[in-house]
Nanobody
Framework: QVQLVESGGGLVQAGGSLRLSCAASGRAFSDYVMGWFRQAPGKDREFVGAVGVSGGVTYYADSLKGRFTISRDNAKNAVFLQMNSLSPEDTAVYYC????????????????WGQGTQVTVSS
């Protein structure tokens, strides 16, 4: 079992930045590919990005490349999502997830999910 707890969400003005954190506990964190997803009101959950087990490989949704950056710290059992140049369209609940492979992560087939943290971007 892996427990994931997101933090760092909140209200930010358009153009601003936020850094989300996800703290993991339980089984070996470094065994898992980690990812972020988001779900806006009335919309399906969408893939944001993922980072490989060592942190050396990252993959992002095309629409978010250049604005969002994922990183991880295996010594601290944590993964981060740095979000820059935020717009109201980025308003959503952001979820952290753990999975076995990058392919499965991109498809949303994850082994563990956090409860989510709300990000609201005002215009």
């Amino acid at each position: 079992q892996v427990q994931l707890v997101e933090s760092g969400g909140g209200l930010v003005q358009a153009g601003g930045s936020l850094r989300l954190s996800c703290a993991a506990s339980g089984r070996a964190f470094s065994d898992y590919v980690m990812g972020w997803f988001r779900q806006a009101p009335g919309k399906d959950r969408e893939f944001v990005g993922a980072v490989g087990v060592s942190g050396g490989v990252t993959y992002y949704a095309d629409s978010l490349k250049g604005r969002f950056t994922i990183s991880r710290d295996n010594a601290k059992n944590a993964v981060f999502l740095q979000m820059n140049s935020l717009s109201p369209e980025d308003t959503a609940v952001y979820y952290c997830a753990a999975g076995g492979t990058m392919v499965r992560m991109v498809r949303g087939t994850c082994d563990y999910w956090g409860q989510g943290t709300q990000v609201t971007v005002s215009s």
